[in-house]
């Protein structure tokens, strides 16, 4: 069958006061075919929401997202970012990919264990010492990934306040004019190209000097793409995890029998991590639209040349045709091959430290704060990509 042209849906579905999947996903998943959906910016889209299609959509590189910068791409927002690796095709996306992958190996990951370490056991001593109650948010889950990326990157830590606002205003969906959203973006790229030329004369043991050193010595990216780069990982390498560590701990708490079990079987804190990923759908809707290059089959639609297709993996990791009773938390589940990182060419390159991250964030917790629990009110992030806390007050 050709993808279907009745009025789209107005999307995203999901709302931002919480971690609900949207039921809209579920009539989708059960209708056949593609769904056509309309984004507040940008023109219609198909809507992937079946987990083998998603595969396969985000696996052939017949969709493109280079293309979507020729388009009216969908957006929730009137400010449009064109650059940067997550916009890229292969070979430009795995020239620069190479570049940063041995960082964000398993193999480097798990050397950055023990200062991980150290950096959530340093935030649980400040926690117990302040007292309850406590914002997890602002006194845990988001100064331990920024203080490992700045690290790892080579960001001064202090400057964590200035690069914030930058951050939240990435993905921003608000009201931002398009202006707005460029002049903020470009104030990060100032900053970035400052922070390039102190390295350029003074050289230190991280990502940002070795990928000086490939612009510099090898000639393989250009200076656009180098602070583009260090950019991209600086907002990726702490924004996600900041927002999973709240939603992973406030869906734990909703389910207590989970928690109980990972408290007395700590061992299964990998798996559960899986099992969260899983099950948590962290964005507000589907991002990123990819742009058929030919007709192409996508289970049983035509999607013509030229169509942009939006994937959601939140969706498909609750399909029910890949996950035996996918709306069940099983921290015990296995074989877990969900959809949380992404998949195919821009799967997500920093998966294996986020998972370390995630990992010490939720042993420390556990371990430390065996009564954790809410002690007031979330205050949820608005008009955002990702769906989370802004501030979640705990006591123990």
């Given at each position: 069958m050709t993808a279907d042209t009745t009025t789209p849906l107005a999307y995203p579905f999901n709302t931002a006061d919480g971690l609900q999947l949207a039921d809209a996903y579920e009539h989708a998943r059960d209708q056949e075919g593609l769904l056509s959906v309309r984004m507040p910016y940008g023109e219609p889209a198909l809507l992937v929401t079946r987990y083998a299609d998603a595969r396969f959509?985000?696996?052939?590189?017949?969709?493109?997202?280079?293309?979507?910068?020729?388009?009216?791409?969908?957006?929730?927002?009137?400010?449009?970012?064109?650059?940067g690796i997550l916009s890229m095709d292969p070979p430009d996306h795995t020239r620069l990919r190479s570049l940063v992958a041995k960082a964000f190996t398993v193999r480097a990951a798990e050397r950055l264990r023990p200062q991980v370490k150290e950096f959530t056991a340093g935030l649980l001593d400040a926690l117990e010492e302040t007292g309850a109650p406590a914002d997890l948010v602002d006194g845990f889950a988001l100064p331990?990934?920024?203080?490992?990326?700045?690290?790892?990157?080579?960001?001064?830590?202090?400057?964590?306040?200035?690069?914030?606002?930058?951050?939240?205003?990435?993905?921003?969906?608000?009201?931002?004019?398009?202006?707005?959203?460029?002049?903020?973006?470009?104030?990060?790229?100032?900053?970035?190209?400052?922070?390039?030329?102190?390295?350029?004369?003074e050289p230190q043991d991280d990502l940002m000097t070795a990928l000086i050193e490939a612009r510099d010595g090898g000639d393989r990216l250009s200076e656009e793409e180098l602070v583009d780069l260090c950019v991209a990982v600086l907002v990726a390498g702490h924004e996600t995890t900041a927002t999973q560590i709240p939603n992973f701990v406030l869906t734990l708490l909703d389910h207590p029998d989970q928690l109980a079990l990972l408290r007395a079987r700590p061992e299964l804190i990998p798996g559960a991590v899986e099992?969260?990923?899983?099950?948590?759908?962290?964005?507000?809707?589907?991002?990123?639209?990819?742009?058929?290059?030919?007709?192409?089959?996508?289970?049983?639609?035509?999607?013509r040349a030229g169509t942009p297709v939006l994937v959601a993996a939140g969706a498909a990791n609750r399909d029910a045709m890949r996950f035996t009773a996918p709306g069940v938390l099983d921290i015990s589940r296995e074989g877990n091959q969900h959809l949380g990182f992404g998949h195919g060419a821009h799967h997500c390159?920093?998966?294996?430290?986020?998972?370390?991250?995630?990992?010490?964030?939720?042993?420390?917790?556990?371990?430390?704060?065996?009564?954790?629990?809410?002690?007031?009110?979330?205050?949820?992030?608005?008009?955002?990509?990702?769906?989370?806390?802004?501030?979640?007050p705990v006591a123990w």
């Open positions: 959509v985000l696996g052939d590189q017949r969709f493109s997202r280079a293309l979507a910068a020729e388009h009216d791409a969908p957006r929730q927002s009137e400010g449009r970012n064109d650059r331990l990934p920024v203080a490992v990326i700045c690290r790892l990157l080579g960001v001064p830590l202090e400057d964590r306040p200035r690069f914030r606002i930058w951050s939240d205003a990435a993905l921003s969906t608000s009201s931002l004019t398009a202006a707005e959203a460029e002049a903020n973006r470009e104030e990060l790229r100032v900053y970035m190209a400052g922070l390039i030329e102190r390295h350029r004369e099992e969260l990923l899983r099950f948590v759908p962290l964005g507000s809707g589907a991002a990123h639209p990819r742009y058929a290059t030919e007709d192409v089959v996508v289970g049983t639609t035509l999607v390159l920093g998966a294996p430290l986020a998972r370390l991250e995630l990992q010490e964030a939720l042993g420390g917790l556990i371990s430390r704060f065996p009564g954790l629990r809410l002690a007031g009110d979330v205050v949820w992030k608005t008009e955002m990509l990702v769906r989370g806390p802004r501030a979640m």
